[in-house]
């Protein structure tokens, strides 16, 4: 039980770091409503669908949408440890596993999109 315990403390820390981040990136988003501040847009790049010249925070929508998931797989550990029998079974790492996968994609495509 010590081992799942220390997985969902620092699956915990993931989905903390998602929420800041998904915080920032609305934030973003709202200003950009307010044409306070733009993403940067690119030549190929089309706007909104029924508006093309409207200029849509692509990057912060993909990156609340990556926080949001980030911050719900937390719920998957805690109910997987709270289950657990007298034997460990490879769910729980596979979780972890998971998690752990999705938080690199994440750092990746911010960086990426800086």
Aim: charged share 20%.
């Amino acid at each position: 039980m010590f081992f799942l315990k220390v997985d969902i403390e620092i699956v915990s820390a993931l989905a903390s770091f998602g929420a800041s981040a998904h915080k920032i990136a609305t934030d973003i988003r709202l200003l950009a409503n307010l044409k306070e501040i733009e993403e940067p847009f690119e030549k190929d790049q089309i706007g909104s669908s029924a508006m093309a010249y409207k200029r849509n925070p692509m990057r912060s929508e993909r990156c609340c949408s990556l926080a949001r998931h980030l911050m719900t797989l937390v719920n998957n550990v805690q109910q997987t440890a709270s289950v657990q029998w007298l034997e460990r079974t490879l769910d729980d790492r596979f979780f972890f596993f998971f998690f752990f996968i999705l938080f690199l994609f994440f750092l990746f495509f911010s960086l990426i999109q800086c």
